[in-house]
């Protein structure tokens, strides 16, 4: 889909479009130069303009070298609306970590998440929450490090709760509390903590092959962390905290615990941004005109009456879009949206059940399918056990009768209830248990979600029924 301006253009009165930098769902973003000789970014609102400018209402005056600027908002003859905004010449921090796919060291790393905590702490001191914090949306430029896309940013209200934030970031630095609708200054600091893990590591902390799966291990998996230098593990280790409460409640707070470390203090102390500016330079000249998808897309929307749907991190794109939307008419497959996962995976309270718990499940129900082969006269034959596992399991809430007298149930690796075909896949693959000599089976002593060889065949994983503690 081509652009709906092209070079020399004047869609807007004093400004000269030169190229298009980048397109949204419901925005394009323009490289432009004023009448007076100011380079910027335009970005025209395509759709919904009074939307997406209520969110840029309470940002406009906002003042910081670190956030990306946004000038004005004007109308021309049309009616149409755009965004002037600060145009950021240098690479976003996505394309730095593309060009060093290892991660950028701890001394760049340092560097970056200190200038990006400058404007984070300037955001939330004013009330402000950014909820979309990923490297495409933060811009290295002449030394200086600066947020963009924070126009959906909300202010921070008594209320926790709004389903206009159901959907908010980009799945791989989503915290667990947002799929709930539940928000703070905390999904920031959580987002945060992914980005100084991947600045570390050159990849993010849960990684899968479908939204769903990533989703599931922000619910339930921890970031492993153990390899790595002081105090980077523990600050990382809080900062992904699942509860917001166990979170760093401040920005300040993080960073101290980062820089009392003489060792990361006096990383920086000789550090010279001219070294990250001459990468930056090299990095900004491969870029084309049209952004790089970033290799961790944005999963479709859930189903909530309001959702997010920013406009992909461009420099100087500055601002997304908050609208009404429906749900997908054809979701991307393995993304489950809240409303499909089951409600312990929902709510974030997973306990895996493990070796002994499930023993004594199995051994209940070979005795029950023992009873009803000598009610019919027939004997517990493979293809009974098949059938009893597949049916109830699949038609019961993931139960057998073992399983809901050891209160645990079967669900899929991603979150969602598991149906008659998966559970009979999983009945099938129990033979592989036998077929090992039982060494499929006890791998579950050894896995960190307790999957059997047959659970990671099928795609499944036991959970118990009741909260965590």
């Given at each position: 889909m081509a652009f709906t301006?092209?070079?020399?253009?004047?869609?807007?009165?004093?400004?000269?479009?030169?190229?298009?930098?980048?397109?949204?769902?419901?925005?394009?973003?323009?490289?432009?130069?004023?009448?007076?000789?100011?380079?910027?970014?335009?970005?025209?609102?395509?759709?919904?303009?009074?939307?997406?400018?209520?969110?840029?209402?309470?940002?406009?005056?906002?003042?910081?070298?670190?956030?990306?600027?946004?000038?004005?908002?004007?109308?021309?003859a049309d009616d149409d609306f755009f965004i002037v905004m600060e145009y950021v010449s240098g690479p976003s921090l996505r394309d730095l970590l593309v060009a060093e796919p290892g991660?950028?060291?701890?001394?760049?790393?340092?560097?970056?998440?200190?200038?990006?905590?400058?404007?984070?702490?300037?955001?939330?001191?004013?009330?402000?929450?950014?909820?979309?914090?990923?490297?495409?949306?933060?811009?290295?430029?002449?030394?200086?490090?600066?947020?963009?896309d924070y126009g959906l940013s909300k202010f921070i209200s008594a209320s926790r709760h709004s389903v206009q934030t159901a959907s908010v970031g980009t799945v791989h630095y989503m915290a667990p509390e947002v799929g709930s609708g539940n928000y703070s200054r905390g999904i920031d600091i959580y987002a945060l903590g992914v980005i100084l893990y991947e600045m570390l590591l050159g990849k993010v902390p849960f990684e899968g092959g479908s939204a769903g799966e990533v989703l599931m291990k922000h619910l339930t998996a921890q970031p492993e962390v153990d390899h790595l230098p002081a105090p980077f593990g523990a600050v990382i280790r809080k900062a992904l905290a699942k509860d917001p409460n166990a979170r760093y409640q401040t920005i300040d707070e993080m960073m101290n615990d980062v820089f009392d470390v003489d060792d990361v203090r006096n990383s920086l102390v000789g550090f010279n941004p001219t070294s990250l500016s001459q990468a930056a330079a090299r990095v900004a000249r491969d870029l084309p005109d049209s952004p790089v998808p970033s290799p961790y897309p944005p999963p479709p929307p859930p189903v909530p009456a309001f959702a997010l749907a920013a406009d992909a991190g461009v420099a100087g794109a500055g601002v997304g879009r908050l609208g009404p939307v429906g749900p997908p008419p054809y979701p991307a497959a393995g993304f489950a949206r809240p409303d499909e996962l089951t409600p312990e995976a929902a709510a974030g309270n997973l306990r895996y059940a493990g070796f002994w718990i499930r023993v004594v499940s199995a051994f209940i129900d070979i005795v029950i399918v023992g009873l009803i082969g000598a009610l019919f006269g027939e004997q517990a034959t493979g293809g009974l056990i098949i059938l009893y596992q597949g049916l109830l399991v699949g038609l019961w809430n993931g139960q057998t009768l073992g399983k809901r007298a050891c209160d645990i149930k079967v669900i899929c690796s991603d979150g969602r209830p598991c149906g008659v075909g998966r559970a009979f896949g999983r009945a099938f693959a129990k033979f592989l248990n036998v077929l090992t000599m039982f060494i499929g089976y006890m791998i579950i002593w050894f896995d960190d979600r307790k999957q059997g060889l047959h659970d990671h065949v099928a795609g499944t994983m036991v959970v118990y029924t009741v909260p965590r503690a």
């Open positions: 301006f092209k070079h020399g253009d004047r869609p807007l009165e004093d400004y000269t479009v030169h190229r298009g930098v980048g397109r949204g769902g419901f925005g394009e973003v323009y490289y432009a130069i004023s009448d007076g000789g100011r380079e910027v970014a335009l970005k025209y609102l395509r759709e919904n303009p009074e939307v997406e400018l209520r969110g840029v209402s309470h940002c406009i005056n906002l003042k910081s070298p670190h956030l990306v600027t946004i000038f004005d908002v004007r109308k021309n991660g950028l060291g701890v001394q760049k790393a340092a560097f970056f998440l200190r200038e990006l905590a400058k404007g984070l702490s300037y955001l939330h001191d004013r009330g402000i929450v950014h909820r979309d914090l990923k490297p495409g949306n933060i811009f290295y430029d002449d030394g200086y490090v600066k947020i963009g």
